[in-house]
């Protein structure tokens, strides 16, 4: 059985961008930290950085991300 990434399913949370996915992103994070790839968050959301929608997802990204560090 196959199964997504964690940092797969952080990506598409963010992507959904409901209130409860992006609550839902950052549990993943704060539960399974320390296996999470940022970097492989970052790959996978950078070829989106340049449309409108990818823009607002980066956003959410990095504002998730600097939350969680400072936690």
Known sequence: ???ISQEY???QKIIA????D???AKGIIDIHGDKIDIA???RILKPFEKGED???WFKK???MKKSF???
């Open 40 to 42: 492989e968050i970052e």
């Open 54 to 56: 990818g823009k607002k």
């Open 1 to 3: 059985m196959k199964y």
């Open 61 to 63: 990204w990095r504002k």
């Open 22 to 24: 992006l609550e839902d």
């Open 17 to 20: 961008g409901r209130t409860k």
């Open 9 to 11: 399913l952080v990506v």
């Open 69 to 71: 560090k400072n936690d």
